[in-house]
């Protein structure tokens, strides 16, 4: 019996190391201001969003699903805590400390609140955020780095630290404005992608969580020549428009061919959503929403709106042998504070001591079961 302890020992040992690297990897990319109806196959006649279509027929397109506010910063803390957003008086988004003050919200959201990322990482998980942050806003100083959150690397804007073009070849771009500079607006999320590729490419070997949270198609809505090439017979401002929308389809290809080549896709849940409906726009050319254009595939209600168009956002998963390819499901209601525990079950780690979520576990839908 003596002798066989060591090989006892040896076989629990790799188990354990199977057990762990089979956990699965999440990438979660957040669309910014992105309408239900801006996607082909959602039914736009026009605009082009191949690799979306491709995630959908590789996955399930869910038709019901809305975020919990219809606003930028507390529609993603109701992703990210899993609780509804005025538990951390995120009431609108995150802007100067006068407007936060008279808006009865803090300048950032706490970051000892309960944090997707962080159990993550607590659990072996590497984990990153590129692109759009908002948890906080408006430059105000000693705002928490990301770090703070449970990111063990980011690159951001609307939000501190480092930004998405340092480190890449478009760290020399005029940026004065920020994601309001137009050409700035039309490669931040191309920058932003180039961090997720390259962090995904590094934690192959391990499993990881991922956010990217795209630039498109808030404003400033911007495209370059190159953008607008599939739309030579399109006007304005809707050629700008779709070619923003078909450039940001191209970052989620890049994530998708990545995740083939590395042989990550099956154990890698992938979703894709949008943080609230579409901007509401401005008829004449000069006008500050004159490029946005989005559409709500027919629902009532734009950004801002508690109407469905508001809220009722593109929701795409995939996880190949696990969530079912090629199904649309019109009938399940999943909601922004899903996410939250519906990660942790499929990674089969616990929800923190004493958490009191708003949400609940969604995995069964995922899988194609039907949810009362």
């Not at 910063?73 to 899993?82: A, F, N, Q, Y």
């Not at 070849?169 to 309001?180: I, L, V």
């Not at 389809?249 to 959503?273: A, H, I, Y």
């Not at 006008?287 to 559409?295: I, L, M, Q, R, T």
Request: proline share 8%; with cysteine; glycine share 10%.
């Amino acid at each position: 019996m003596q002798k066989l302890l060591p090989l006892l020992a040896a076989i629990a040992a790799l188990s354990g190391h199977a057990a762990e690297t089979a956990r699965p990897n999440f990438v979660f990319i957040y669309a910014d201001d992105l309408g239900f109806g801006d996607l082909a196959c959602h039914g736009h006649p026009e605009i082009l969003t191949p690799n979306l279509d491709r995630m959908a027929k590789e996955g399930t397109d869910f038709w019901s699903f809305t975020v919990v506010n219809p606003v930028c910063s507390p529609s993603r803390t109701g992703i990210v805590t899993g609780q509804f957003p005025s538990r951390w008086g995120a009431h609108q988004h995150f802007a100067s400390h006068e407007q936060n003050v008279e808006r009865g919200m803090p300048d950032w959201l706490d970051p000892k609140a309960p944090l997707l990322p962080r159990i993550f990482q607590d659990a072996g998980y590497q984990t990153a955020h590129y692109g759009k942050w908002h948890l906080s806003g408006g430059g105000i100083d000693g705002a928490p780095l990301p770090a703070e959150y449970g990111y063990d690397d980011a690159a951001v804007w609307t939000g501190p630290g480092r930004h998405p073009f340092e480190g890449t070849k478009y760290e020399s771009m005029k940026m004065d404005k920020g994601a309001h500079d137009e050409k700035a607006a039309s490669f931040i999320s191309v920058a932003a992608t180039d961090h997720a590729v390259r962090f995904i490419r590094d934690s192959k070997d391990q499993p990881f969580y991922l956010n990217l949270w795209l630039h498109e198609t808030h404003h400033l809505v911007s495209a370059t020549e190159e953008d607008k090439k599939p739309y030579p017979d399109t006007e304005e401002p809707q050629r700008t428009y779709y070619g923003a929308v078909t450039r940001a389809d191209r970052q989620v290809g890049r994530v998708l061919d990545l995740l083939d080549e590395l042989d990550l896709s099956k154990n890698t849940l992938v979703v894709f959503s949008s943080d609230n409906g579409p901007e509401n726009t401005h008829p004449n050319p000069g006008d500050k929403f004159y490029f946005s254009v989005g559409e709500t595939g027919g629902l009532r209600g734009r950004k801002r709106s508690l109407l469905m168009g508001g809220v009722n956002v593109p929701f795409i998963v995939r996880w190949p042998g696990v969530i079912p390819a090629g199904r649309v499901d019109k009938e399940t209601a999943l909601a922004g504070v899903d996410v939250f525990p519906t990660f942790l079950e499929a990674a089969g780690l616990p929800v923190p001591d004493g958490y009191k979520g708003d949400g609940e576990s969604m995995l069964a839908a995922f899988k194609g079961e039907a949810m009362e």
